[in-house]
Nanobody, 111 residues
């Protein structure tokens, strides 16, 4: 079975908002830093301690969070721009390896 199931994408106008969710199947991920990626570009990540980091392009607009168990990760996306368009994936971050990629969730921002 796949490790990650992403959801919450959709089509919105510029300035709109979406909230993405990622369910990570496997309790090993609760002890790992997790990230959201657009294609192969890291957008945001969050550590086991709750520390966060963001790509310059999304600072002030996106917020990453995770549940208490650490196996569900969220990305609140506000003030969306056309350049945010892409397929978003979750996976391990702050490490030298990646688990198998999920199917991702499509985000489209256009007028």
């Amino acid at each position: 079975q796949g490790q990650f199931v992403e959801s919450g994408g959709g089509s919105v106008q510029p300035g709109g908002s979406l909230r993405l969710s990622c369910v990570a199947h496997g309790n090993i991920f609760s002890s790992m830093s997790m990230g959201w990626y657009r294609q192969r570009d890291l957008v945001a990540d969050i550590g086991q301690d709750g520390s966060t980091d963001y790509a310059d392009s999304v600072k002030g607009r996106f917020t990453i969070s995770r549940d208490a168990a650490g196996t569900t990760v969220y990305l609140q996306m506000n003030d969306l721009k056309p350049e945010d368009t892409g397929v978003y994936y979750c996976n391990i971050a702050r490490a030298t390896w990646k688990a198998r990629w999920g199917q991702g969730t499509q985000v489209t921002v256009s007028s």
